[in-house]
């Protein structure tokens, strides 16, 4: 039997990787955990200059989706660089995890440039610097959503993974309307907001984006699927989760 902490499967030539696909995993491996670190020093400059602003409010500023996929990614970016580093393949668990944020990566990248870039933030907030901002919303996605593509020793998932994906970014809508119409009356964007938006369209912001998020993880499993036959030839293998 198996179970999420296994490694997938060697392929049906039993061929450890080898040759290029042993230097592109460690190479990317290292990006991994550089990412993770530039991710960490991006919400660190971010926090402080905040502070120094006066306006830093953790209850608010933990809240944007953003934020929050942002130290999920340092912890699964770092995982997967020494997994990487470590092991030739990467255990179920962690790819269902790896392609879950592929997804939110994607949603924060093209959302933020769509439709939140270049408004004037809620508490006042001018930004010092702007190396936090394009390494939350600019370069971090891109990494991740290529790291995706190129990164061998990955096993085959099923599409049920979309049922995985589907769950944080769900519990985080319900989080942030009961906190608003519940609590203080913040909400972390505009689309969230009955008040500016009615519920009307807040139910269809949220089914647009929502759709936006199973589609983004539908095509990074489907790639992924794709990629582990082609890795196979190089005794990485598949499996299925």
């Known amino acids: 039997m198996t179970t999420l902490l296994d490694s997938p499967t060697i392929g049906s030539r039993g061929r ?25 020093i991006g919400l660190a400059v971010n926090i402080a200059d905040r502070l120094i602003q006066g306006i830093f409010d953790p209850s608010h500023y933990f809240q944007f989706f953003t934020i929050q996929t942002c ?8 995982m997967g660089g020494i997994i990487a580093l470590m092991r030739a393949n990467d255990p179920r668990w962690y790819t269902v995890v790896r392609a879950s944020i592929v997804s939110y990566a994607i949603v ?16 006042g907030y001018v930004s010092t610097f702007t190396f936090p901002n394009d390494i939350q919303h600019i370069w971090g996605p891109i990494f991740i959503a290529v790291e995706w593509l190129l990164m061998p020793g990955r096993g085959r998932l099923r599409w049920s993974t979309l049922v995985i994906c589907a769950l944080f970014p769900l519990a985080w809508v319900a989080g942030s309307l009961v906190r608003g119409l519940a609590g203080d009356g913040w ?7 009955p008040a500016e938006m009615g519920v009307a369209g807040v139910a269809m912001y949220v089914g647009a984006i929502a759709a936006f998020t ?8 489907g790639i992924g699927r794709i990629q582990a036959r082609v890795f196979a030839l190089d005794g990485v293998g598949s499996a299925r989760f």
């Open 16 to 40: 450890v990787p080898f040759g290029l696909t042993v230097g592109l995993r460690r190479g990317l491996g290292v990006l991994n955990i550089a990412f993770a670190f530039a991710i960490a």
């Open 71 to 78: 130290i999920i990614n340092i912890v699964v970016l770092l």
């Open 108 to 123: 924060v990248g093209v959302i933020y440039n769509l439709l939140l870039a270049g408004l004037a933030s809620g508490d």
């Open 187 to 193: 909400f972390p964007y505009f689309f969230l907001n």
């Open 214 to 221: 199973l589609v983004n993880c539908a095509i990074a499993i």
